[in-house]
Each structure stands twice: as structure tokens, then as C-alpha cells.
């Protein structure tokens, strides 16, 4: 009959579209691509440090004052805009945000190497930020929508690995690039990759963008924005400014005004940017302060340690890289079995996403949607 047919036409093309907006990639390349844009940018984390010495004196700076924000930039933007990256990939998919994201952080790569002053460079860094936290917002989504519940454990305790990774191996392959070629390929270095990751993804990737999911909470997003980012920029000058200044009291000040604001309206919009109820799951609470401990343990000595082996004991930056290599080497031997499965807890955090992602984008924790 006509109005059966129509019926099931219709059904039909709700069917078609609804798989459209699942990412049917086999899941073995997902987390291949995955885990190559969370080495690139996490990688762009900690590569910049043991180059600072020859990037100052390249422009005829001080290793201190502007030079910093080489460093503190990118990682107070990431900070700033991750959980609204977050946000907007629930509403529009994730693979858009992940082109975009390779899309920025690539270009972002090349004008940093071809910045023909400081301030270039810096801005370059903001810029390929941006294209880092688009990337992080979504990795760990990319893996949870192609592994079934059983293998998440796997997959998600893999990309943490590349990670980590990413983190520490910075400073042995910036010390490496920088002694054998300049400190301006360990921003060229990304290029070549990250185009070849935005094709691959391009081709392979199989979501399509959807719309109307859901409000964006704009207020919301700014407060935490500021908040987050002025938190960050604060503690990470305290020490230059000094813990009693005025400039560190005012950063930290408008930081915890703004992210109370913050909490204020996200108790009251529809669609919050973040999720309150999940820092109430103490077992998502207790993994998530395990992993910022972790992560304080692990990216302390990567950023400290360059300038204490350049400066202090003479050594050239591919001595103090190679000084450094033991470390990524134990994280690669000590769960390089992909065999066994990360035990992890599992429990369900359906549509709070973008909270799981700013808060653990590395993976420790799989979740079941």
C-alpha cells in the first residue's frame, strides 16, 4: 500500500542517516590515525624546551621573559578552548573538528618554522594551538565510537601509551633535530605527517557533520575559557612574577571568580559545556586526580631537565636529548604488549563526552555510551 510504503521509506531514511553519523572505519585505523595526531600534538608539548637556548639566541633574546610564551602559549590556549572543541564536536561529529584541528596545527607548524621574528613565532605557537586542542577534544571520542565495550580497554590504554610517548620523547628528538639540522625543524617535522594524517582521515573516516544537537552554551564556554586560561597563565609565571605580585594575584583572582561563575550557570543552562554530575563519580573523581598526579610526574622532568643539562652542565642540546631518552624507552618497553588488556573501570557517561575528554583525553578511563 502507498502509506505502508511511504512509512518505510521514510524508516529507511532514518536508518541511512542515523549510520551516516556513526563512524563505520575499521577500528584498528582509527586508532592508527588516533594515535599519530596524539603524538604530533602532545609531542609539540615538550619538543619546544630543549630548543629554547638556540631559539633565543637566534632571535638575540633572553632565555626568559617573552621567549616563554613559546612554551606557555600553546599549552594556555589548548587549556582555554579543549572543553568548548569538546562541545561543538557532540553537536556538529567529531570528524569536522579532527580536520580542522590537523588542518590548523599543520599550518600552525609551518609558520612557526618560518617565523622570521618572536613574536611571529608566538603567535604562530597560539595558532597551532588551537589546532592541538581541536585534535585532543576528540581523540579519545574517536576510539570509544569504533571499539565495543570488550576492547576499549585495549585501545585506550594504547593511545595513553602514545601519549605519554609524545610527552617525554620531546626533548631527546628536539635535542636530535635541533643539533643536526636548526631548531626551526622541529616545527617542519610536523608537516609532511600532519598532511598525510588530514587525507588519510579525509578518505577514511566515514562521519558526516550533523547539526541541531543539542544548544551551544556560549556564556558558559567563555567563563571556563577565561578561567582556564588565566589559572594556567598564572601559574606558570609565578615564579617570574613572583607568588605575591600583583600581576599573579590578579591572574589567579580572575581565574577562580570566572570558574565559579562558570559552575553557576553550567547548574542551570540545558546543554552545559560541563557536566557537574561527573565530578560527583568518585570513581571518574579518584582517576582523574590519579592521572594529574601522573601526568605532574611525567612532564616535570621533560621540562625542566633540558635547561638544567644546556645552561647548567655545558651540554649540547642532542647530548641533553640523549640524556633524556631513558625515560620514553621504559614507557615503550614496560607496555609495549599490546596482548594483555588494560584493566580498567568501566560505567556509563552517555552524552558528558566533552567533560571526559578536557578531563582525561588520554584514555585511562574507557566509557560505554
Known amino acids: ?89 557532540d553537536m556538529i561529529g567529531k570528524k569536522p573538528i579532527w580536520l580542522v584541528g590537523l588542518a590548523i596545527f599543520t599550518i600552525g607548524s609551518a609558520l612557526s618554522g618560518a617565523a622570521p621574528s618572536l613574536g611571529i613565532l608566538i603567535a604562530a605557537r597560539l595558532f597551532q594551538g588551537l589546532g592541538g586542542a581541536l585534535i585532543f577534544a576528540v581523540n579519545v571520542a574517536l576510539l570509544t565510537s569504533v571499539f565495543p565495550a570488550s576492547e576499549r580497554g585495549r585501545a585506550l590504554g594504547l593511545n595513553a601509551v602514545i601519549v605519554a610517548l609524545g610527552i617525554s620523547a620531546g626533548p631527546t628528538i628536539g635535542g636530535i633535530i635541533t643539533q643536526n639540522f636548526t631548531w626551526r625543524w622541529i616545527f617542519y617535522v610536523n608537516v609532511p605527517l600532519g598532511i598525510l594524517i588530514f587525507f588519510l582521515s579525509l578518505r577514511i573516516l566515514t562521519e558526516r557533520a550533523h547539526f541541531g544537537r543539542g544548544r551551544f552554551d556560549p556564556v558558559g564556554a567563555a567563563l571556563l575559557a577565561i578561567g582556564l586560561a588565566t589559572l594556567t597563565l598564572g601559574l606558570s609565571f609565578g615564579q617570574e612574577w613572583g607568588w605575591t605580585s600583583l600581576p599573579l594575584l590578579l591572574s589567579l583572582g580572575i581565574g577562580v571568580i570566572a570558574l565559579i561563575a562558570a559552575v553557576l550557570v553550567e547548574r542551570y543552562v540545558k546543554d552545559p559545556v560541563l557536566h557537574l554530575s561527573l565530578l560527583r563519580n568518585r570513581v571518574f573523581a579518584s582517576a582523574n586526580i590519579s592521572f594529574i598526579l601522573a601526568m605532574l610526574a611525567l612532564f616535570a622532568p621533560g621540562f625542566l631537565l633540558p635547561f638544567y643539562l644546556e645552561e647548567l652542565r655545558g651540554y649540547s642540546a642532542e647530548q641533553a636529548g640523549l640524556l633524556l631518552t631513558p625515560l620514553p624507552l621504559t614507557l615503550a618497553v614496560s607496555r609495549a604488549d599490546p596482548a594483555q588488556p588494560i584493566e580498567c573501570t568501566e560505567f556509563h557517561l552517555g552524552r558528558h563526552m566533552e567533560t571526559y575528554r578536557y578531563w582525561n583525553w588520554t584514555g585511562h578511563l574507557p566509557i560505554t555510551e
Open 1 to 89: 500500500m502507498p502509506g505502508a510504503q511511504e512509512v518505510t521509506g521514510s524508516t529507511s531514511r532514518a536508518s541511512v542517516s542515523l549510520d551516516d553519523y556513526q563512524e563505520r572505519a575499521n577500528k584498528w585505523v582509527v586508532l592508527a590515525l588516533a594515535a599519530v595526531g596524539a603524538f604530533m600534538t602532545t609531542l609539540d608539548a615538550s619538543i619546544v624546551n630543549i630548543s629554547l637556548p638556540s631559539i633565543a639566541h637566534s632571535f638575540g633574546v633572553p632565555l626568559s621573559g617573552a621567549i616563554e610564551w613559546i612554551i606557555i602559549g600553546y599549552l594556555v590556549i589548548i587549556a582555554a578552548v579543549l572543553l568548548t572543541f569538546g562541545r561543538l564536536a
